[in-house]
DNA sequence: AGTGTATCCTGCAGGC
DNA sequence: TGCCTGCAGGATACAC
């Protein structure tokens, strides 16, 4: 669910509250979410001090006064709240309580971390310094970052539709399915054009295609469908200006046309057969 | 190498 | 109202 811009605007919220704090108790109310043995989790965890909140690809990132790194992936439903009240359950303004905690982080202060998550196909791993080495490396840049560059998609042998692409976390880190139809909207690629097809200019015109709308959902704080929140419970205010995702029949905001809606690699795509023809713009 | 399918889960919207 | 189907911001494993 949450992508790179719902992931950014979680950890800059959870920056504001979480470094310096000691997790001081954890509660593992649903075991399935841990990539990591439950026991050890719990004994490696707690008494650490959580120095920094950082962000690869759709992950956020604890970094702990040990060298180690609490990896939380948020699936498709899952919520990271700060909680500064006794129970955890509300929050002034917020409105809206963990109902469904998978794990309860208690820190120092009396406040506390909780993990949320419906349909728990989100996961936590700690990891240590080696680990997190070896985890990061199987991931390829971050989109914002120059070394995510026009060559890595042309020339390239890939046959691979392009959205199939975008997706493949070890490809470019970050980019889940709203972005990924939306960037190849803007860009005019139709999404199942193979990898290999993209001329240099059209490969430079998607990367800039991808920046520019991830740029623009962190400024909208990310996307609200349904289940995302940020760390403060809120909703993003990007759904307003999706141009194709969950558009389907609609008109395309460019040229009028109807919007597309196929489905491949057991996935939605949407597309505007005008502006994203096969054949790519004239 | 790429594609289709299934799996992990729950909730919600829409059709009847 | 209720039951059923399909669908969902993800990731992975498998057979063809």
């Excluded at 920056?15 to 043995?37: F, H, S």
């Excluded at 005019?188 to 240099?200: D, E, I, K, N």
């Excluded at 929140?229 to 995702?245: K, N, P, Q, T, W």
Aim: proline letters at 8%; one cysteine or more; charged letters at 30%.
């Amino acid at each position: 669910m949450p992508e790179l811009p719902e992931a950014e605007t979680i950890v800059r919220g959870l920056r504001e509250v979480l470094p310096g704090r000691t997790i001081v108790g954890v509660e593992v109310v649903r075991p399935d979410v841990l990539r990591t043995d439950p026991a050890r989790f719990t004994a490696d965890l707690r008494g650490r001090r959580i120095v920094d909140v950082a962000r690869r690809g759709k992950n956020v990132v604890l970094g702990l006064d040990d060298g180690a790194s609490l990896v939380v992936n948020l699936g498709m439903t899952g919520r990271l709240l700060p909680r500064t009240d006794p129970d955890g359950s509300t929050e002034p303004g917020g409105g809206s309580g963990p109902a469904h905690p998978a794990v309860r982080l208690r820190l120092s202060g009396g406040s506390r971390l909780v993990y949320d998550d419906v349909r728990r196909f989100g996961e936590l791993r700690l990891l240590d310094t080696a680990a997190w080495r070896r985890w990061s490396e199987r991931l390829g840049p971050e989109p914002l970052e120059e070394d995510f560059e026009p060559s890595l998609l042309s020339p390239s042998p890939s046959r691979t539709p392009i959205r199939s692409w975008l997706l493949d976390q070890r490809r470019v880190a970050g980019i889940g399915n709203i972005y990924a139809n939306e960037a190849l909207h803007r860009a005019g690629l139709h999404p199942r054009r193979p990898v290999c097809s993209l001329t240099p200019p059209e490969a430079a015109a998607l990367v800039s295609a991808v920046r520019s709308v991830l740029r623009e959902a962190i400024e909208a704080r990310g996307t609200t469908l349904r289940d995302y929140r940020d760390a403060e419970g809120r909703e993003g205010d990007f759904a307003v200006r999706l141009r194709v995702y969950g558009r389907e029949g609609g008109p395309c905001g460019r040229c009028g046309e109807s919007i597309l809606r196929t489905v491949f690699g057991g996935r939605s795509a949407f597309h505007c057969p005008s502006c994203q023809p096969w054949e790519g713009r004239a």
